[in-house]
């Protein structure tokens, strides 16, 4: 202390005086008004949520009320419900949506299917160390890209890829590229996004649970279809919406892998692509968001939303 | 505070249901643009160059270079004019199209089934070929055809043109078809096997072979269908989408599925079987119903800030050497009668048949369909590329 002292006047002055900035004059402002302070912590993302993302969803909607001159290719702004009435009439339309809708309950099926055992070993049976490692290789495809994979799959299952190698000395062949391709792919493509929450959830159920429900007297089966199923019903939920409306969406997978068979992506890309007809590809593009709301119509039913 | 809060939540609603509207209404006066027709006259001289020229084309129809260090005809063109380049490619017809749109490009390279829509929707302008000294070194059986001309004006010069012809697998077709039946008709022995391009104008090739197989249809153009001819071309269609393997647009998969053996027969390019893997079984041949083929364009735009490098452009591109360099990069034939002098394989002409006017007398040249006949005839309506696309959505189904 006493070594300090000469330089105690020093330090005092140092300590600048409280200068009028502008920069003050923000923080004062902002800490008096907590009402200001919210708004411009919110604005940037609500700016994006509100008008990038609504009011673009909403431009779409719209659209589909327009028309195009189909020769010049220029968008005429009348109203007319002559776009939708040709989704919901043509033939070609239902068609291509059962199919659509076809490929994506049984891409969520297989992958709850395969998910469910995975994920249950990853959360409840693995020791910490191999649970580390399986959530790793869980995400590891995610890091190589959606186009690398869906094209692997295609050489994976041409005629002389390996699948064929695999399967031609037991009498098997290839199902060559078509839906049952493209809904392999898929599958394979959505599954980190299916075994994720439901490990998640397995994660929430304590062991606890389970050796009370083997005390009890319950069986395996029990145990899983009484204790188990029920706590993790909102994971499977929440994974089932990933592949399934992913599943819906696509339309890469099934041009890569798919033959010559079209999904709803697809009629919306030619449609914007090759067509240049904006408005109809808006107005197909309202059947995939009208299942999806369905579906979580239903699910909000179910109460499966309220826990996620 | 619970009331507070349910009025603030519809206020903020409101809120953005006007910003949205707005927001729309900005959008649509904005893209709401003037009809345009073809208007805009050519020039009868050029002034001097400007700074730099916008370009749109094919992948590989501008190279500078950056792609392969040794494939560059641009930078001969930038010393040269001292016009810099700025190019942008695009994958479809249909995308350059909707790229021309914008506005922001001098120049197209536009094939047949993009050209008369441009010009339709006052996009390019007529093209004074007087202005461009290498048009007389082009092939006159390529100059002021119905997909580069309108009424006789010229909208651009001819840049290269190719022939989709019939690729099949050696080990599977002995001898080689000499018909596009295998596709068509006959496919049903290949099923699952057969491929095809995978685009509306595809729907010509049908009415090609309907046109020499069924000849009481009355087809005279293949890009001149009333709506019986276009009805028989997708029943035709519609059987051989049964079987299909897989349908190409993107010339990389077709390659890699003849390379596989996933594909055996279906319609292709040269630069295809050219690109094949040494020793794929697989060869094409040029049917004895003709083929459709392109024959691309250059053209320049209505609006170019830059017209006198989109001219200077124009005659570079078609003068002999640049012309070699950019086909045989591509893989068709030249435009330009001496450009065979110019090219690095010597047999690059003879491959694309460039030149040989009969070979090139069996193509029909993408066309943009249109309500007015191509052939001619002024009794009835033709089908439009708009009624083609629905009939190509529905023929894949």
């Known amino acids: ?308 | 505070m619970k009331r507070f809060t349910a009025h603030r939540k519809s206020a903020a609603l409101t809120g953005l249901a006007i910003v949205s509207v707005a927001l729309l209404t900005a959008c649509g006066t904005t893209s709401g643009k003037s009809e345009g027709t073809a208007s805009s006259e050519a020039p009868t001289k050029l002034g001097a160059n400007e700074k730099s020229v916008s370009i749109l084309a094919w992948p590989g129809y501008v190279e500078d270079g950056s792609n392969d260090p040794a494939v560059d005809w641009v930078s001969a063109f930038e010393d040269e004019t001292g016009c810099k380049v700025n190019s942008k490619t695009y994958g479809t017809s249909d995308e350059a199209f909707n790229l021309m749109k914008t506005g922001e490009y001098d120049v197209v390279a536009a094939s047949g089934d993009a050209s008369l829509r441009l010009v339709a929707a006052g996009d390019v302008a007529p093209v004074n070929t007087d202005l461009i000294p290498n048009y007389a070194g082009v092939y006159d059986f390529l100059k002021m055809q119905s997909w580069n001309s309108v009424d006789g004006v010229a909208y651009g010069i001819p840049h290269g043109y190719g022939a989709n012809l019939l690729m099949y697998n050696t080990d599977v077709f002995t001898p080689a078809p000499a018909s596009w039946d295998v596709v068509f008709d006959k496919s049903g022995q290949y099923k699952g096997k057969v491929t095809a391009y995978d685009s509306p104008i595809y729907i010509a090739d049908a009415a090609m072979y309907l046109m020499y197989h069924q000849p009481d249809l009355g087809i005279k153009n293949p890009y001149a269908l009333d709506e019986t001819q276009l009805a028989a071309a997708v029943d035709l269609l519609k059987g051989q989408r049964e079987n299909i393997g897989e349908y190409w647009s993107d010339y990389l998969k077709s390659i890699q599925a003849f390379e596989t053996g996933d594909t055996v027969v279906g319609t292709t390019w040269q630069v295809i079987r050219n690109s094949l893997a040494e020793g794929t079984p697989a060869e094409v041949v040029l049917p004895k119903e003709g083929v459709t083929g392109w024959s691309d364009t250059w053209m320049i735009a209505s609006q170019a800030k830059s017209p006198n490098c989109a001219y200077a452009w124009l005659n570079y591109i078609a003068s002999p050497k640049a012309n070699a360099q950019a086909t045989e990069y591509f893989g068709e034939a030249p435009s330009n009668q001496a450009a065979c002098d110019f090219t690095t394989d010597p047999n690059q002409c003879a491959t694309y048949h460039a030149g040989d006017e009969e070979y090139a007398a069996q193509i029909w040249y993408w066309s943009t369909p249109i309500e007015k006949c191509l052939d001619g005839r002024t009794d009835v309506k033709c089908t439009d590329y708009a009624a083609w696309t629905t009939a190509w959505q529905e023929i894949k189904g």
């Not at chain 1, 004059?25 to 994006?48: C, E, M």
């Open chain 1, 1 to 308: 202390m006493t070594v300090d002292a000469p330089a105690q006047p020093e330090l005092r002055a140092v300590v600048p005086p409280h200068r009028d900035t502008i920069a003050r004059r923000g923080s004062v402002l902002l800490s008096k008004h907590p009402r200001l302070r919210l708004t411009l912590l919110l604005s940037a993302p609500l700016f994006w949520l509100g008008l990038v993302y609504i009011a673009a969803l909403a431009a779409l909607l719209i659209t589909a009320l327009w028309t195009v001159d189909t020769f010049t290719g220029t968008i005429s702004q009348t109203w007319t419900l002559d776009n939708i009435i040709t989704v919901l009439t043509g033939s070609l339309y239902q068609t291509v949506t059962v199919r659509t809708v076809g490929v994506a309950v049984l891409v969520t099926v297989i992958d709850i299917a395969v998910a469910l055992p995975i994920a249950f070993y990853m959360a409840k049976v693995a020791s910490p160390r191999w649970q580390r490692i399986l959530v790793i290789a869980v995400l590891m495809p995610l890091w190589a890209s959606y186009l690398v994979k869906a094209y692997a799959w295609r050489s994976v299952l041409s005629q002389d890829g390996i699948y064929e190698w695999l399967v031609a000395p037991f009498g098997g062949h290839t199902p060559g590229y078509g839906l049952p391709a493209t809904i392999i792919t898929l599958s394979y493509l959505w599954l980190p996004y299916v075994i994720l929450p439901i490990y998640a959830g397995l994660e929430r159920v304590p062991d606890s649970l389970l050796e009370a429900s083997g005390d009890l007297g319950g069986k395996t089966g029990a145990t899983l279809r009484l204790v188990v199923l029920p706590m993790i019903w909102p994971a499977i939920i929440a994974g089932s919406i990933f592949s399934f409306s992913l599943s819906l969406g696509d339309y890469i997978t099934v041009n890569i892998v798919g033959g010559a068979n079209q999904m709803l992506g697809n009629l919306v890309y030619t449609n914007v692509g090759a067509a240049n007809n904006l408005p109809l590809a808006a107005a197909i593009a309202l059947i995939p968001i009208v299942i999806i709301f369905g579906y979580l119509a239903v699910v909000r039913r179910t109460g499966a939303l309220e826990n996620l």
